[in-house]
């Protein structure tokens, strides 16, 4: 597998503790199980994850605030899981930056997927090398998006006072394929097939979640976008303002 990768896993039930840390542990990954929110806090100062698999449910703090604290700290991959299943929390697990979503019950095999899945990800954009091709395509090294600054090169995206913004892999390759194609309407099939995200659906609500989250790191007024703007019956564009 090379370099080991680090899994921490929060869940109150020692069943799926258990399961995990032999499932994930046989496959070559380095699990780190934890039954509390606190004792996850705690490992995030000792470790440093790949990936994080947070039940929703927690007692005490939930998995949702401690998903929103490692999107706000970290640029690792985020699996949510939840008995409950339900749309609404899949959602939220979303909005607050998680990369994937998974119900309990859950097959292994599909979880192992899933992590697989996010690593692959990240590990594209963590690897990813401007090549001559891109010097040479006629984006700008850094690129102003809304009220922000993208930065192709340590991809980054910066506020105006050239403050770090903390976003996801899939939300920097979202926004470099708007810089790269201003005024240009791209339908969700498109954004999938452009940041080399195939395995989400396109018919979900995953692009447009994320579009959502951008829109409020980029937009001035994230309820009237004027930068990432919406076409109705086709998909999403960009505008570049003066």
Known sequence: MGEQVTILVVDDDPDIRELLEDYLGDQGYQVVALATADA???ALTEHEPDVVLLDVGLPGEDGLSLARHVREHFDVGIIMVSG???????????E????DYLAKPFDPRELLARV?????RYKHQANKVPTEADRDSGVPRQARIGVGVLDLDS????DAGGQEIPITAMEFELLKVFCERPNRPL???QLLNLTQNRD??????S????????????????????????????????????
């Open 40 to 42: 996850f806090r705690q």
């Open 84 to 94: 409950a299943g339900e749309t609404v929390d899949r959602i939220v697990g979303l």
């Open 96 to 99: 607050v930056g998680a990369d």
């Open 116 to 120: 697989k899945s996010v690593l692959r």
């Open 155 to 158: 991809c980054q995206l910066l």
């Open 187 to 189: 339908s969700r099939d």
């Open 200 to 205: 989400w659906d396109p018919y979900d609500r």
């Open 207 to 242: 692009i447009d979640i994320r579009i959502a989250r951008l829109r409020r790191k980029i937009e001035p007024d994230p309820e009237k976008p004027v930068f990432l703007k919406t076409v109705r019956g086709m998909g999403y564009m960009f505008v570049p303002q003066p």
